[in-house]
């Protein structure tokens, strides 16, 4: 199970604030131990970025860089959902889901408070099944 520090969760949800009503996207990195370590956050270059993604090539190959320079691997890819209050995955995340060994943090803006849900996505098999994911102080 994937362990985010409190900190960290506080910036997923800055970022999609600040982003909204475009998506945002990143990459949290972390560990073996499944315990997030650094949040990088990406710019959505999508043509319609208020309903899809797509991270910023120079974004995403600096980001890839930097963790393997702090002996990171990557254990989270993240966007948000700004007109979801429950948010899932959508036919186009789960057809552009390419790495399967990541989770999938989808961040929804549309209620009351932000909601932050967790996902293993299979673009192969064409299905997803929400995880959980445990919040540590820090």
């Not at 970022?15 to 990406?42: F, M, V, W």
């Not at 959902?81 to 943090?105: G, K, M």
């Not at 961040?107 to 919040?135: D, H, K, N, T």
Request: glycine residues 6%.
């Amino acid at each position: 199970m994937i362990t985010l520090l409190s900190s960290h969760r506080d910036q997923l949800l800055v970022h999609a604030c600040e982003t909204e009503p475009a998506e945002c996207c990143g990459l949290i990195g972390g560990g073996k131990d499944q315990l997030a370590r650094s949040i990088y956050p990406l710019r959505n270059i999508a043509a319609n970025s208020q309903v899809t993604y797509e991270a910023a090539p120079e974004d995403l190959f600096a980001a890839q860089r930097q963790m393997r320079e702090r002996g990171e691997q990557l254990l989270v890819i993240y966007h948000s959902h700004p007109r979801s209050s429950s948010p899932s995955p959508s036919e186009t995340d789960v057809r552009l889901a390419f790495y399967p060994q990541a989770i999938y943090f989808i961040i929804g803006l549309a209620g009351p408070e932000p909601v932050m849900r967790a996902f293993r996505i299979s673009e192969q098999e064409e299905r997803w099944e929400e995880v959980e994911y445990a919040i540590a102080d820090g």
